[in-house]
């Protein structure tokens, strides 16, 4: 079983990417471009994943790459102080107040995320890692071919932006 996250590492792409493929390969993890195994990456959001398929249980898998990116997570957070890249890692250069221009424009984030739910959810920012919608829809409005184009990027996004979430996860499951 592969599980995977998107995360946002800005101070390991600044320190080597690789070297973030050697401390993955420590972790026991798999780090990919958001576009997938043969996607290549680009900009500093990764697609991280447990290396190992088989001989774990389902509950061990998934905790093995929950662990390894809280790790590189929080190594990640040091690599920004040590760089002094402000500790920012948004993935989109929308501001938080702009209504974004959505290149997805048949994807669920356009259907769902209105100018009404931006501006009452845009300066949110989870309590976890400082999660924002904008980051959460960055692939939706940078790129032309998204079906759903959403991420959540901890836990309490799916809380957060429950308004955005909501229906696009019910839409996408047909429930």
Same mark, same amino acid.
């Given at each position: 079983?592969?599980?995977?996250?998107?995360?946002?590492? @800005?101070?390991?792409? &600044?320190?080597?990417?690789?070297? !973030?493929?050697?401390?993955?390969?420590?972790?026991?993890?798999? @780090?990919?471009?958001?576009?997938?195994?043969?996607?290549? =990456?680009? %900009?500093?959001?990764?697609?991280?994943?447990?290396?190992?398929?088989?001989?774990?249980?389902?509950?061990?898998?998934?905790? &093995?790459?929950?662990?390894?990116? +809280?790790? !590189?997570?929080?190594?990640?957070?040091?690599?920004? &102080?040590?760089? +002094?890249?402000?500790?920012?890692?948004s993935?989109?250069? =929308?501001s938080?107040?702009?209504? @974004?221009?959505?290149?997805?424009?048949?994807? !669920?984030?356009?259907?769902?995320?209105?100018?009404d739910?931006?501006?009452?959810?845009?300066?949110?920012?989870t &309590?976890?890692? %400082?999660?924002?919608?904008?980051?959460?829809?960055?692939?939706?409005?940078?790129?032309? +071919?998204?079906?759903? %184009?959403?991420?959540?990027?901890?836990?309490?996004?799916?809380?957060?932006?429950?308004?955005?979430?909501? @229906?696009?996860?019910?839409?996408?499951?047909?429930?």
């Amino acid at each position: 079983m592969r599980a995977s996250v998107h995360i946002d590492l @800005p101070g390991w792409t &600044k320190h080597g990417v690789d070297k !973030l493929k050697a401390r993955c390969e420590e972790l026991h993890l798999q @780090p990919r471009g958001t576009r997938g195994e043969s996607g290549g =990456q680009t %900009g500093h959001t990764y697609d991280i994943s447990n290396k190992h398929r088989l001989g774990y249980s389902e509950v061990e898998l998934v905790q &093995k790459m929950i662990d390894g990116v +809280n790790t !590189l997570w929080r190594e990640d957070k040091e690599f920004q &102080k040590k760089y +002094n890249m402000g500790g920012s890692s948004s993935s989109s250069s =929308q501001s938080s107040g702009d209504f @974004p221009n959505i290149q997805s424009k048949h994807s !669920l984030v356009a259907k769902h995320v209105t100018k009404d739910k931006w501006d009452k959810l845009c300066n949110i920012k989870t &309590k976890t890692s %400082g999660f924002t919608l904008a980051k959460a829809i960055a692939c939706a409005v940078q790129f032309d +071919n998204q079906h759903c %184009g959403i991420y959540a990027g901890d836990w309490d996004s799916y809380k957060d932006f429950a308004p955005v979430f909501d @229906p696009i996860i019910q839409e996408y499951h047909g429930i």
